[in-house]
């Protein structure tokens, strides 16, 4: 009963309903190209191109997660990929609890690189991560308990517009500055790597890729209808008025603190989320992911598709990176002047990014025909 | 995402720093060495002139030091070898100096029947004059070995003829190899240069000398308190090194004067220790207030977020890289003052590319400060990339002229001339740009418009073009940190990245528009992350200031120094 109100409301936009669509029919695409279609044929989806599709749905993801905290909240994280990391270094612990023996020296317990650093025993916060339940809690957890300790001290004194977009890049330099040093006990600069197996299932074999995009693919539909129907709420308004006019709101009797808190601690646990679907298709998690430059990138495909829309987002990410992989391919001197035009063209003449492009070509194309329309009105009187 | 950009967690200027100081130190001992010969061929000049001079008993004359010399050539075993030296060495005459050397090198040539030759390059040496024997008879000459313990015996023995050398730097040398050995074989040779010596500081030096020696080898419990307490004034490492080896085999009432001795030593060592400290925060904050103060005025006095302040830095730096590059080429006399031409250079060329981004860019964004924070980041990414095509992506090379290198040291304290100069260069800018904001009829301007747009504009200041000064400004300002910076940073297309996020940092700390706030927030900053390091280790000292900072904010959402208002909202 709740839960189908909560998909009628989330379905309510005709973006979302063709987004949902399009991305079902990706997920049941995809597996089919690559299996069903033998490898002569020119709709034969080549097999590196599966993870490579998986890694843009994570983006799409994680820019659908900073979308509900800029597009409707107002609040700028330039932090998100330290989210999106935490989600991945939790995959990952779990991932290198599953090697096992098979590790270079062997040991059955302590992941290589502990062996390397002359770790006597496993440190305490890696227990547990031999479960997958247990790390699938930690993925969503632990960025959402940073999320939530960060935005109620942050939200509570009122840091709010640049301040808080650079504090969250403070917070995100310092993470990565954490992670690189070896004392830590997450593998340093080289990060997590060498995974073996999840859930029982080998980790580079064509089957868990393609099982690990369409369960990506479900995810991210999964945090669409859910984020589409907190905003269509009456919470989703709340947070627009906050983002709006947050002193109005704070007048009128809501605690915009707390507003503020529920959509930054959601976003973060999505973002999280996306980086743990993100590790094990990528191979590797590594400090550079905490990067500040990382977080900025995933505010401008947020940008490109449309802030606001929801939709535009996932547009935005998985158009940025295809072109980037494009880029780097074809002309990899120029992907940083294509990157930064982008981000300057996008700013001037796309504030609403593509998406805002067409709402707005409909919009004036409605009001020509309504003013015709007034027109011939006027006329036939 | 992009892992093109690599992040350095560490700044690498240091270790380039240090190499190049001990590079200078070698280079300093190497030039002693030839001082020192320069200095024995004068005395070989004026040999008899000085012995008609000084008719000194300790002064051998030349005849009776050959005389020694040509014992070498008899001399079986170390042993014997070791007695002729010290035999040299009583005489404390400098004419055997000479010899010496060449014995600790290896080149001492002998033939049984008293002939001594120095052997060098293939020419065959007198030992007293160094001038080549012609005719030298070269059949059957054998070198005279040599071993550790012997080499300090001639060290010893050349310190002590050191020790009434003519160079005070020489004399001075001396003293400080006999504190550090307690030779007690140089306490005769010390007392008489004691008695010459007319330096009170190298006096100084020469009476701590003789309170080593004393400290270890007399018997009288009263002139080894006196020691005590004189080795105690000197209060520095080598003292401590004395002390702690002295109270090890010490007893009774000596041990604990020894001992409190110590402890005022290491009193006074931490007082440097944190000296030295407080100036390594001081040389970071200026760094961070150099790298901040443009951003300053751009976020402070503008409210502009210029993501690509970082590369106006970086600009300047490939500015002076490009100076001294034509300066190279064209007119390699200039060096000395590559610096002071790049300053002007990188101010316009940083400033121009500034006015440009204003003009093009961020005057259609204002009021809008999250888009133009985009905005500019792109305008970086293009930046980065464009100098990583023309000048290639590894680290280009910008020398110091001779007045940025090399150090100087502070009692126990060690100063670099780059810092020091980086220090005063930063104070400077802040001077320069509180006279420019508040002295001014531009800076007038500025802050009037700052204060209040509409009302400065209905006053006839042209806005936009007061804009575009200031951001122009700005950008000019961290094309100067630049010029600055490339001496201790290396100069590479990412050396903006890693100024950016602690230049936003200093100035969110210090409170937006007032420089005031930049200053102390950075020298603030500096100190407590060198503070921090002992403890912490560098990376956990800067997290931790990175968390500082987070919660900083909390409490005090406008930094240090907040501008007063009324309004809801800024």
């Known amino acids: 009963m709740i839960f189908g109100h909560f998909l009628k409301q989330g379905l309510a936009s005709r973006y979302v309903q063709v987004a949902v669509l399009i991305l079902l029919a990706v997920a049941v695409m995809v597996p089919v190209l690559n299996l069903a279609v033998p490898p002569g044929n020119p709709f034969h989806l080549p097999d590196h191109w599966v993870p490579l599709l998986g890694k843009y749905l994570c983006y799409a993801m994680l820019a659908l997660a900073l979308d509900l905290v800029w597009g409707f909240c107002g609040i700028l994280s330039l932090g998100h990929a330290a989210f999106f990391a935490l989600g991945g270094y939790a995959m990952g612990m779990y991932l290198m609890r599953q090697i096992g023996s098979r590790g270079v020296y062997g040991n059955p317990v302590l992941p290589d690189f502990m062996v390397f650093l002359n770790y006597k025993e496993l440190p305490w916060f890696w227990y547990g991560f031999d479960n997958f339940w247990f790390a699938a809690l930690m993925v969503v957890a632990v960025?959402?308990?940073?999320?939530?300790?960060?935005?109620?001290?942050?939200?509570?004194?009122?840091?709010?517009?640049?301040y808080l977009s650079i504090i969250t890049q403070a917070m995100t330099y310092a993470l990565l500055l954490a992670f690189f040093r070896n004392d830590m006990g997450f593998g340093g600069?080289?990060?997590?790597?060498?995974?073996?197996?999840?859930?029982?299932f080998d980790v580079s074999a064509g089957s868990t890729r393609l099982g690990l995009f369409v369960a990506t693919a479900l995810f991210l539909i999964a945090s669409l209808v859910i984020i589409s129907s907190v905003v269509a709420s009456k919470y989703g308004k709340i947070l627009v008025a906050v983002r709006d006019a947050e002193p109005r709101t704070r007048f009128i009797g809501y605690r915009p603190e707390n507003v503020k808190l529920f959509a930054f601690v959601l976003s973060a646990a999505i973002a999280g989320i996306a980086g743990a679907l993100y590790v094990p298709q990528v191979g590797i998690i590594n400090p550079g992911e905490f990067a500040p430059a990382n977080s900025i990138e995933v505010v401008v495909w947020?940008?490109?598709?449309?802030?606001?829309?929801?939709?535009?987002?996932?547009?935005?990410?998985?158009?940025v990176n295809a072109g980037k992989s494009w880029f780097t391919g074809v002309l990899p001197e120029f992907w940083l002047f294509a990157l930064?035009?982008?981000f300057i063209f996008v700013t001037l003449?796309?504030?609403?990014?593509?998406?805002?492009?067409?709402?707005?070509?409909?919009?004036?194309?409605?009001a020509r025909r309504e003013k015709r329309a007034a027109e011939q009105q006027v006329l036939a009187e | 995402m992009t892992h093109e950009i690599v992040h350095r967690p560490y700044p690498r200027g240091r270790n380039r720093n240090s190499s190049r100081t001990r590079a200078v130190a070698i280079e300093g001992r190497c030039g002693e060495g030839r001082r020192v010969q320069a200095l024995l061929a004068a005395f070989c000049a004026f040999l008899v002139f000085l012995f008609l001079m000084f008719a000194n008993a300790a002064h051998a004359d030349e005849a009776s030091v050959r005389a020694i010399i040509s014992k070498f050539a008899d001399a079986k075993g170390f042993s014997q070898v070791e007695k002729v030296i010290d035999e040299l060495a009583a005489t404390g005459d400098p004419l055997a100096v000479r010899t010496l050397n060449a014995l600790n090198d290896g080149k001492l040539q002998v033939k049984r029947g008293g002939t001594v030759?120095?052997?060098?390059?293939?020419?065959?040496?007198?030992?007293?004059?160094?001038?080549?024997?012609?005719?030298?008879?070269?059949?059957?000459?054998?070198?005279?070995?040599?071993k550790n313990s012997l080499r300090r015996t001639i060290s010893a023995a050349l310190s002590g003829m050191t020790l009434m050398a003519k160079d005070p730097a020489i004399r001075s040398q001396a003293a400080s190899t006999i504190f550090d050995s307690s030779d007690a074989s140089q306490l005769e040779a010390l007392e008489k240069a004691l008695a010459a010596e007319t330096v009170p500081s190298i006096r100084e030096q020469m009476e701590e000398a003789k309170a080593s020696i004393q400290l270890f080898n007399s018997k009288d419990p009263a002139e080894v308190s006196t020691a005590l307490g004189t080795i105690k004034a000197r209060g520095d490492r080598a003292a401590l090194a004395l002390l702690s080896k002295y109270a090890a085999s010490a007893d009774g009432e000596l041990k604990e004067q020894a001992d409190a001795a110590i402890s005022s030593v290491e009193e006074t060592l931490s007082m440097w220790e944190a000296g030295q400290n407080v100036w390594y925060g001081i040389s970071l904050g200026s760094v961070l207030f150099l790298a901040a103060i443009g951003l300053a005025i751009t976020f402070g006095v503008m409210g502009v977020i210029n993501m690509a302040h970082g590369e106006m830095v970086m600009l300047g730096a490939y500015t002076t890289f490009v100076v001294q590059e034509l300066i190279r080429t064209s007119a390699p006399g200039l060096f000395e003052y590559s610096l002071l031409i790049a300053l002007p250079m990188a101010f316009l060329v940083a400033g121009g590319v500034g006015l440009l981004m204003e003009r093009s860019i961020i005057r259609f964004l204002y009021g809008r400060p999250l888009e133009t924070l985009l905005a500019t980041w792109g305008v970086s990414l293009i930046l980065q990339q464009a100098v990583r095509t023309i000048f290639g992506p590894t680290n280009r090379e910008v020398g110091n002229p001779d007045w940025m290198s090399g150090a100087f040291t502070l009692g126990e304290m060690s100063l670099t001339w780059n810092r020091v100069w980086i220090v005063c260069f930063s104070l400077a800018m802040f001077v320069a740009l509180q006279f420019v904001l508040k002295k001014t009829y531009f800076g007038l301007q500025m802050r009037a418009v700052t204060q209040n747009r509409r009302m400065a504009s209905s006053m006839a200041i042209r806005t936009p073009w007061v804009d575009a000064m200031t951001f122009a400004l700005g950008s000019g300002i961290a094309g100067l940190a630049g010029v600055a910076l490339s001496q201790i940073d290396n100069v590479s297309p990412n050396l903006g990245q890693s100024y950016i996020i602690d230049s936003f940092m200093v100035v969110v700390f210090g409170g937006v528009g007032n420089l005031w706030g930049t200053l102390i927030g950075a020298f603030t900053l500096g100190i407590a992350n060198k503070f921090?390091?002992?403890?912490?280790?560098?990376?956990?000292?800067?997290?931790?200031?990175?968390?500082f900072i987070i919660l900083f904010i909390q409490r005090r959402p406008r930094g240090l120094f907040a501008q007063k208002g009324r309004a809801v909202e800024a």
């Open chain 2, 532 to 547: 921090l390091e002992p403890y912490a280790g560098a990376v956990l000292g800067k997290i931790l200031v990175l968390v």
């Open chain 1, 349 to 366: 003449f796309l504030p609403k990014g593509i998406l805002g492009l067409i709402g707005q070509v409909k919009a004036s194309a409605r």
């Open chain 1, 340 to 342: 930064g035009g982008l």
């Open chain 2, 117 to 146: 030759y120095i052997e060098e390059n293939g020419k065959f040496l007198d030992p007293i004059t160094g001038e080549p024997v012609d005719g030298a008879d070269t059949s059957g000459l054998d070198k005279v070995k040599i």
């Open chain 1, 302 to 319: 947020t940008a490109v598709g449309g802030r606001g829309t929801l939709v535009g987002p996932i547009l935005g990410a998985i158009l």
């Open chain 1, 189 to 200: 600069n080289n990060g997590l790597t060498d995974f073996k197996e999840i859930i029982g």
């Open chain 1, 143 to 162: 960025p959402s308990l940073l999320a939530f300790v960060f935005g109620w001290l942050a939200f509570r004194s009122r840091v709010a517009g640049v």
